[in-house]
C-alpha cells in the first residue's frame, strides 16, 4: 500500500549532487540558514546516527526541527559549533 505525502508542505531544499543541497526556499520563522549548515555538517562529518539525525532534520517541518533540537542539544550545538567554525574559515 502506497502512503500518500503531504505535497502541501514547503520544499526548504533541493539536492544538487549527491549529498549536496541547496536552500531553495526560506521560511521567515526560526533561522533556517544557520540551521541548514547545521543540518549539513551533521550529514557530512556525523557517525551514522547523526547522519540519519541530520537527514530527518531536513524533512522536519519547523516543529519537528525544534523537537529535535531539543532531544539532541549535545549533537546540535557539535554541529552549530563545526559550522561556525567553519564559516569563519572561509
Known amino acids: 500500500m ?3 505525502r503531504n ?3 514547503p520544499k ?3 539536492n544538487i549532487s549527491g549529498n549536496q543541497f541547496k536552500m ?3 521560511i521567515s520563522e526560526g533561522n533556517y540558514a544557520d540551521d541548514f549548515k547545521v543540518i549539513e555538517m551533521m550529514r557530512q562529518y556525523g557517525g551514522s546516527f547523526v547522519k ?3 537527514l530527518a532534520a ?3 517541518d519547523p516543529d519537528n526541527l525544534e523537537r529535535i533540537k531539543k532531544a539532541w542539544p549535545e549533537y546540535w550545538q557539535k554541529y552549530s ?3 561556525s ?3 569563519q574559515s572561509k
Do not use: H, P
Open 58 to 60: 531536513r524533512y522536519a
Open 7 to 9: 505535497n502541501m508542505k
Open 2 to 4: 502506497k502512503v500518500k
Open 85 to 87: 567554525k567553519q564559516s
Open 52 to 54: 540519519a539525525l541530520g
Open 24 to 26: 531553495i526556499e526560506t
Open 12 to 14: 526548504l531544499f533541493e
Open 81 to 83: 559549533d563545526l559550522a
